[in-house]
Structures are given as C-alpha cells and as structure tokens.
T-cell receptor
Framework: AQSVTQLGSHVSVSEGALVLLRCNYS??????LFWYVQYPNQGLQLLLK??????LVKGINGFEAEFKKSETSFHLTKPSAHMSDAAEYFC???????????FGTGTRLTIIP | KAGVTQTPRYLIKTRGQQVTLSCSPI?????VSWYQQTPGQGLQFLFE???????NKGNFPGRFSGRQFSNSRSEMNVSTLELGDSALYLC?????????????FGEGSRLTVL
C-alpha cells in the first residue's frame, strides 16, 4: 500500500528564511506525488505535482519540490518565506490512473515576522 | 470559471439523523471525489465518481454513500450519524485523464454531530 509521511506537524520560520517541509513516500509502483496547501477555513489547493517528467518540480507561489528516488523523498522548499505562506501543507501520493489520494498528516507552517 | 461549490457550508445534526451534502464540480469536470477531514484521522478518501459510476471507494462503513448525476453534480449521504462523523467533508473535482491527482477542492461542508 502506498503512503506518505510528513516529518514535523508544526514548522516555524522567520519571514525571509528558507522553508523546508519534509515528505517521504512509500509506493510499490512509480508514484504520482503532490503537495497541497490549505488556508484557514478553505479547501485544498494544488501547489505542485510530480509525474516522472522531471525530478525538480516548480509550483505556484515560489514553491518547488525535488523527487529523490534513492531517499524516497519529495521535500517542499521555498527560498524566502512570506507571511502569506502561513498555512497547512499536505503531501499526497496517488497510484497512476486514479484520483484516490493518500494524504500525509499535514505540516502547519507558521511565519515569524 | 466558477470553482467547486459545496452546500451547505455548515450544519449541525444529532446522533441517529442522516445528512446529505451536495457538490457542484467545475464545469467540464466529470470526476468528483469526496474526502473526510478530521483532526484525529486527517484527510481520508471516501469515494470517487466518474460518469455517474463509483470508481473508487475508501474504507468507510456502508452508512456513507454517494451518487453522481448526469450533470456531474454529486451528493454524499451519511445515515445514522455518530459523534465521530463530525468532520469537514471536502469535495474535489477533476477532469481526470492525464491530470490524475490534480484535484480542485471546494471549501467543504462542516458537519457537527451532537
């Protein structure tokens, strides 16, 4: 069965500092990997996805993630945090061909002014 | 282009009652998925409908059911409500096909069971 593990349920960074949110996956088949963001009282929004075309994936709002098969990781980064980045971030995995996503437990990102 | 619309946004029910939640997908999207979000269990997949057929189902009891209409709108129903059913129920639509996993979520229906 496929799964994702997000290390750190809460992460705090200073405004302008590097954001690093960790995600490790487990899948018996080449995975589709995603990062979604959820702002308070809203649904989820897709930040970026990996579908084997390129290992470094760029998403919206300056975020990017690198797929590392040897480490089974798909960590999310942003060079410089902004106050508007405060939200909860979810890593997710999907088997090819269906819309059933398995989500991680989420990481709440707090930005310190 | 209008987003995914879920109604109602908030509702309160008592144990034993049943509830129906509605979801209107983005125009042109034929796949609708439902997820339950709770603080304890996180985001869990309920089911997915595509062209009025259930394509995938999560590990939820039979009290949870859904359907999709010919216009792609979807409803989910929970019967004999339990306290543990209190959650944010999220609907997501997608065009499916090569965009697997790219889900567009609504703002959710927050159900409180007393």
């Amino acid at each position: 069965a496929q799964s994702v593990t997000q290390l750190g349920s809460h992460v705090s960074v200073s405004e302008g500092a590097l954001v690093l949110l960790r995600c490790n996956y487990s899948s018996s088949v080449p995975p589709y990997l995603f990062w979604y963001v959820q702002y308070p009282n809203q649904g989820l929004q897709l930040l970026l996805k990996y579908t084997s075309a390129a290992t470094l994936v760029k998403g919206i709002n300056g975020f990017e993630a690198e797929f590392k098969k040897s480490e089974t990781s798909f960590h999310l980064t942003k060079p410089s945090a902004h106050m508007s980045d405060a939200a909860e971030y979810f890593c997710a995995v999907s088997e090819s061909g269906n819309e059933k996503l398995t989500f991680g437990t989420g990481t709440r990102l707090t930005i310190i002014p | 282009k209008a987003g995914v619309t879920q109604t109602p946004r908030y509702l309160i029910k008592t144990r034993g009652q049943q509830v129906t939640l509605s979801c209107s997908p983005i125009s042109g999207h034929r796949s609708v998925s439902w997820y339950q979000q709770t603080p304890g269990q996180g985001l869990q997949f309920l089911f997915e409908y595509f062209s009025e057929t259930q394509r995938n189902k999560g590990n939820f009891p039979g009290r949870f059911s859904g359907r999709q209409f010919s216009n792609s709108r979807s409803e989910m129903n929970v019967s004999t409500l339990e306290l543990g059913d209190s959650a944010l129920y999220l609907c997501a639509s997608s065009p499916r096909g090569r965009n697997t996993g790219e889900l567009f979520f609504g703002e959710g229906s927050r159900l409180t069971v007393l």
